[in-house]
């Protein structure tokens, strides 16, 4: 089943979805997480890094997959979803590196790597829970408007807006304008999704993706489809 839930505060949305990891990998302790970047999963990882620390979860057993990479820069860079990752989750909690996957981008033929992150997810038994931002054209992952519902992990251009909307990561050089990114179909194959949103710019976005049935133009409305999907916003971003 479905649930909409609807927080006072960012803070608040970040310590909810927390704490839904958490009492997840407590029934699971090898969950395999779809995890997501953005500004929005900050929150998210901050809690699950202090769930950590107190001993209240262990990801010694988790095997995770992040939902997209950059491509045309090294994975080393700063602002690569790997660096992204190790830096606010990975290098403060106990997960074991090796079973962190983020989509192959860095290598000599990127549109090759897709299929072989399809089979990598569906070795470990496929994705229990599916982390997901929005973007504020109502993109999930790198999936843009137009994307199929049942595309699959592959390489893509990213929009303008999208462009524009994370400049502000890249001082030293302009935003990558290419990903690779899991599928509609991909995202839709989790067993659970959460999607968190927040900020009064993801509002028409939300509105979007929650009612009206699957639209081509906002990705995030395919989710709709999907019989287990919960749904985490602040006042702000559920204000439409
Ligand atoms: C990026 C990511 C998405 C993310 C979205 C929103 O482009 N590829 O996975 O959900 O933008 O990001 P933010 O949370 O920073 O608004």
Redesign the pocket.
Known sequence: SSQRLTYSTEAAVGQAVGDLIVEIIGRKPAAVLGL??????EPVYANLVAAFKRGDVSFAGVTSFN??EYVGIPTSHPRSYRSTMNALFFDHVDIDKNRTFLPEASVDKPDEAGERYERMIAKAGGIDLQL????RNG????NEPGSAKDSRTRLVELHED?LR??ARFFSDRPVPSSAITMGIGTILSAKQIVLTATGVA?ADAVRRATSGGFQADCPASALQEHDKVSWFFDRAAAGL
């Open positions: 997501a970047t953005g500004a929005t999963m939902l997209d997901l931002g929005i973007g993109h999930i992952g790198f999208t909307a994370n993801k």
